[in-house]
């Protein structure tokens, strides 16, 4: 067989090759999962606003986070993050307190502390700069 015909079928099989790939992929329309859903908005009275919630969050802070995130949120002893740089926002610090970290190096907090008193800490870690 001569060398061009391969020279054009290879385009041709990399292209087919991709298309049922792509069609392999999930579908766009799938129902949502049990694990896509949305976590609980933040309960009111950990509004950042409000004051007595900051003061409770950060008693909460200081006796619970402290330790390894420093009083001022940039210690970050035994692999800590620097609340001051993180990313996350009040949904994302929500989960982490509850869940802990994936590597299991922060614990979770979900049966230690009340719903309220996460979003308290989670309001408090927001004003850290």
Same mark, same amino acid.
């Not at 579908?27 to 900051?54: F, H, N, Q, R, V």
């Not at 307190?97 to 870690?125: C, N, R, W």
């Given at each position: 067989?001569?060398?061009? /015909?391969?020279?054009?079928?290879?385009?041709?099989?990399?292209?087919? $090759?991709? =298309? =049922?790939?792509?069609? #392999?992929?999930?579908?766009? %329309?799938?129902?949502?999962?049990?694990?896509?859903?949305?976590?609980?908005?933040?309960?009111?009275?950990?509004?950042?606003?409000? &004051?007595?919630? =900051?003061?409770?969050?950060?008693?909460?802070?200081?006796?619970? #986070?402290? +330790? #390894?995130?420093?009083? %001022?949120?940039?210690? &970050?002893?035994? &692999?800590?993050? %620097? +609340?001051?740089?993180? !990313? +996350? !926002?009040?949904? *994302?610090?929500? /989960?982490? @307190?509850?869940? *802990?970290?994936?590597?299991?190096?922060?614990?979770?907090?979900? &049966?230690?502390?009340? %719903?309220?008193?996460?979003?308290? @800490?989670? $309001?408090?870690? +927001?004003?850290?700069?």
């Amino acid at each position: 067989m001569p060398r061009f /015909y391969f020279v054009l079928t290879r385009p041709a099989a990399l292209l087919v $090759a991709a =298309l =049922l790939l792509n069609a #392999c992929g999930p579908a766009t %329309d799938a129902p949502e999962t049990a694990a896509a859903k949305p976590l609980p908005p933040i309960p009111p009275a950990a509004a950042p606003g409000d &004051g007595a919630a =900051l003061a409770a969050g950060q008693a909460l802070f200081a006796q619970n #986070c402290a +330790l #390894c995130h420093g009083a %001022d949120g940039k210690l &970050g002893l035994n &692999g800590a993050r %620097d +609340l001051t740089k993180s !990313n +996350l !926002n009040a949904t *994302g610090r929500t /989960y982490m @307190v509850e869940h *802990g970290s994936a590597s299991g190096v922060m614990p979770a907090f979900k &049966g230690q502390l009340t %719903d309220e008193q996460i979003a308290q @800490v989670v $309001a408090y870690s +927001l004003t850290l700069k």
